[in-house]
């Protein structure tokens, strides 16, 4: 496989796909490469952790989901394909369509390694951790799953003030937390609780309520206390802009409205989201494109 067929499927995949990666439509056509290989390592990290599982409040499973020492298993070989391309060793032909771009962008966009392995930490730990004992630990699994996407896009574009990166970290972690609190009866069909469970004590929420589906005052209040902690962290990283150029400062204001609108909506369905999914739609987003101008 040539080097440009390698970046040619990361076009490929980011063009269908892209759901966890908030920038990367409309990017300089110099780094728009770069960007696609950062998303394919992402994207594929992700699945392996994520894709397959069954529900565990429905009796009848449609096909047996890898278990999680087989997901481990393949994170730590994926992992290990990071290892032998910094080392400048062949990699797997399975994921060499990944990492031959991968590692000619990290070479011409200096990206730290410890961001793509604080990737691959998160995921993995998404595999074997189903729940959380406090809000710090939720905050650490997002300095490593949502903080380095930002870090890498601030990167790719040019952007290396650490003060800089210290905004995009609230805004990231704040979006991380919105899907949380937007999907918990998602989450729930893979058997993972975010909400954090003295968080969840404090306001007498069981996990038997969780699963029931029951939104009563007790998981209306939690979920009121963790949206009020996201905004916060929206509101924190807000500046952030104002020090953007481009379309990236459209992109990213953008982002952040499509974030704080998902935590309006969850107050508008008074913080029930155990019996509906808040969404924005495609209209609404449209919406927001021209405010994000301003």
Known sequence: MTLAESYAQCTALARSHYENFPVGRLV?????????????FARTSDDIADEGYNDPRHR?????????????????????????TLQGKDTDPQFAWIFLALGDTMKKMDLPPSLFYDLISAFSQDIVKRRYEDFPEVLDYCRRSA????????????????ALHVLSDHICTALQLANFWQDVSVDLGKDRIYLPRDAREKHGVTEEQLFAG?????????????????????????????????????????TWLG????????????????SRRPKIR????????PRALF
């Open 60 to 84: 009848v499973h449609e096909g047996a989901a890898p278990t999680p020492d087989q997901r481990l298993a393949q994170m730590g070989h994926f992992r290990t394909q990071l290892d032998l």
């Open 214 to 254: 029951k939104a009563d005052t007790a998981f209306r209040n939690l979920l009121r206390s963790e949206v009020n902690r996201a905004q916060d962290l929206f509101d924190a990283g807000a500046p952030l802009t104002r020090h953007l150029h481009g379309l990236l400062r459209w992109e990213i204001r953008l």
């Open 259 to 274: 974030g704080t609108t998902i935590l309006d909506k969850i107050r508008q369905q008074d913080y029930d989201t155990l």
């Open 282 to 289: 495609k209209w609404e987003m449209l919406a927001l494109a």
């Open 28 to 40: 300089p056509a110099s780094i728009r490469p770069h960007v696609h290989a950062v998303y394919a």
């Open 147 to 162: 903080n380095p996407v930002g870090r890498l896009v601030l990167l790719l574009h040019g952007y290396r003030d650490e």
